[in-house]
T-cell receptor, first 114, second 114 residues
Framework: DTGVSQDPRHKITKRGQNVTFRCDPI?????LYWYRQTLGQGPEFLTY????????KSRLLSDRFSAERPKGSFSTLEIQRTEQGDSAMYLC????????????FGPGTRLTVT | DQQVKQNSPSLSVQEGRISILNCDYT??????FLWYKKYPAEGPTFLIS?????DKNEDGRFTVFLNKSAKHLSLHIVPSQPGDSAVYFC?????????????FGTGTRLTIIP
């Protein structure tokens, strides 16, 4: 399967702990996006990369969130000092430069903060 | 503010009939629109898109119509099949290079009744 993959699929953590999620995009896609989806809502944009450069961050991405894409391939999203309000589905998507708006999503990582 | 709205949380349609899903947007800067389909425990899957220079795009059983003056788009599925049962998200994007983030609606759950 050459689609977008995310790991882990589920994460349960206690409030105050740090968590890190990984996304592997489709191999030829140089754009990578992170979105967050809460219950009853559509996905909301968090940040995106073109190759290794992080080009835009949403106001939703507080200082506790950091994303990296060190070699322009996989990406990680870290949440420090998790809060219950961080509980959500974290989705990763990738696209080609010349078809940037046709984004292909991974299965997501469901985070539960207790 | 909700820039993309899907006012019907759910829709039930008999198998073989037409399904019509609606979406409204408020931001006149949006110039590209997409529909995604989501099954439980999976990420959204790209279905069909339309540029604002067109008013219709067709792909097999799926047709998207865009009415720019009304800031309204719709997805028609005909004939509807049981495998079409899923949550459908409308998404919109602005045209500036480097700003291809998607803004999603809240989704419509489509149930096809055999």
């Amino acid at each position: 399967d050459t689609g977008v993959s995310q790991d882990p699929r589920h994460k349960i953590t206690k409030r105050g702990q740090n968590v890190t999620f990984r996304c592997d995009p489709i191999s030829e896609h140089n754009r990578l996006y992170w979105y967050r989806q809460t219950l009853g809502q559509g996905p909301e944009f968090l940040t995106y990369f073109q190759n290794e450069a992080q080009l835009e961050k949403s106001r939703l991405l507080s200082d506790r969130f950091s994303a990296e894409r060190p070699k322009g391939s996989f990406s990680t999203l870290e949440i420090q000092r998790t809060e219950q309000g961080d509980s959500a589905m974290y989705l990763c998507a990738s696209s080609l430069d010349n078809r940037a708006r046709e984004q292909y999503f991974g299965p997501g990582t469901r985070l539960t903060v207790t | 503010d909700q820039q993309v709205k899907q006012n019907s949380p759910s829709l039930s349609v008999q198998e073989g009939r037409i399904s019509i899903l609606n979406c409204d947007y408020t931001n006149s800067m949006f110039d590209y629109f997409l529909w995604y389909k989501k099954y439980p425990a999976e990420g959204p899957t790209f279905l069909i898109s339309i540029s604002s220079i067109k008013d219709k795009n067709e792909d097999g059983r799926f047709t998207v119509f865009l009415n720019k003056s009304a800031k309204h788009l719709s997805l028609h599925i005909v004939p509807s099949q049981p495998g079409d049962s899923a949550v459908y998200f409308c998404a919109a994007s602005r045209g500036n290079f480097g700003n291809e983030k998607l803004t999603f609606g809240t989704g419509t759950r489509l149930t096809i009744i055999p």
